[in-house]
Structures are given as C-alpha cells and as structure tokens.
C-alpha cells in the first residue's frame, strides 16, 4: 500500500558542454532526471509527454483523494498533458533560465543576455545552437519563457514583456493563425 517514488533534483554534467557538476549549466546532462512512480494496485505505464518535480505534490494529492490547494502549481502526471513546457533555472554565479517543448529547448543567460536554442529532436546532444532571434521558434520559445517567469515572483523583474510585440511580430502571428492569442484581441 505503499507509493513508491524514484528520482532526482538534478544530473550532473561531466564536460560535455565544458562543465562539470550541477547548478552551473541547463543543458539535458543536468536537468534530465528520471522519475520512476510505483503505485500499488495500477499497472505499469509510461508518461512520453514533458514532466517537471512541480508535478509530484499534485499527482501524489490527487492520488490520496486530498484536496488540490487553490494556486498550487504543477499538473497531475494523470491529467493530459498535451504539448507543455518545462521549465528550469540555475542561480548560481549567474542566473539561466531555459523553456523545452517537446522539440526544442532554449536557454537565457539573465546577466549576459546570451540565448541559445537547442532542436531536441535533430540534436539531441545539444550542440548546434540555432537560435535566430528573427525566427519564429526563438520567438515562440522566448515569449513562453518570460511569460513564465512575469508570473516567478523572486525574478519578475527580470523578465522582459512577453506582450512587447513588434508590428511585424504581431502581423507574422496572425498570419500563422496565432493572433487570437495575443493580447488585446479576442478568442473565438
């Protein structure tokens, strides 16, 4: 009767990207983990989608039959998850930020504004940085990573306004169809 949890709060780098240890860098090496759940009574099977640690309270509560607190941050590992984000961060020495779809990663040195972007799928040892500040994948990505610390407290202010669009910005999204999403104009 007993839920069994197996995992990690960080990997460790061994000079794959010129570090080695933890809490320096934001590449796969280090933030990857494993997580194993067992819960007695279900059978086996294997969440593919993006999965963070902020995830477990919720999943364990849920399991339990306790209530979720109002606020309380995470997804049930049970709830569909569709094509989230994950999120990650580094403070020490200086602070990196990084956002990972199911395809891509980008990662944000805060001090020296350096971003890098990752394919996850062509370059999974992450070693082409293809970031392109005029493409739509480092737009995209960025725009999910600051929206997603506007809401961090500790680092608010760091974030630039994600809703600071240019025109051409904005007219490149409706053209994709992803106007809608933009603030200030409506969802169907």
Request: proline fraction near 6%; avoid cysteine.
């Amino acid at each position: 009767e007993t839920i069994v949890i197996l995992t990690a709060d960080h990997g460790e780098a061994m000079f794959e990207h010129g570090w080695i240890g933890h809490n320096t860098q934001l590449y796969d090496e280090s933030i990857r983990i494993p997580l194993v759940v067992k819960i007695p009574g279900r059978a086996s099977g294997r969440v593919s989608e993006l999965v963070e640690l902020v995830d477990l309270p919720r999943t364990l509560l849920e399991l339990l039959g306790a209530p979720i607190p109002v606020g309380m941050q995470g997804t049930s590992l049970f709830s569909p998850r569709g094509d989230r984000m994950a999120f990650s961060r580094t403070l020490w020495k200086r602070a990196r930020y990084s956002v990972r779809s199911s395809r891509s990663k980008l990662i944000w040195d805060s001090r020296s504004g350096r971003k890098e972007l990752y394919d996850l799928v062509a370059d999974p040892q992450e070693t082409h940085d293809i970031y392109d500040p005029r493409e739509f994948a480092s737009r995209h990505l960025e725009y999910e990573l600051y929206s997603w610390l506007r809401t961090q407290e500790h680092v608010r202010e760091l974030a630039p306004d994600p809703t600071a669009l240019t025109e051409e910005e904005r007219r490149r999204l409706d053209a994709l169809g992803y106007g809608i999403f933009l603030p200030g104009k409506r969802k169907p």
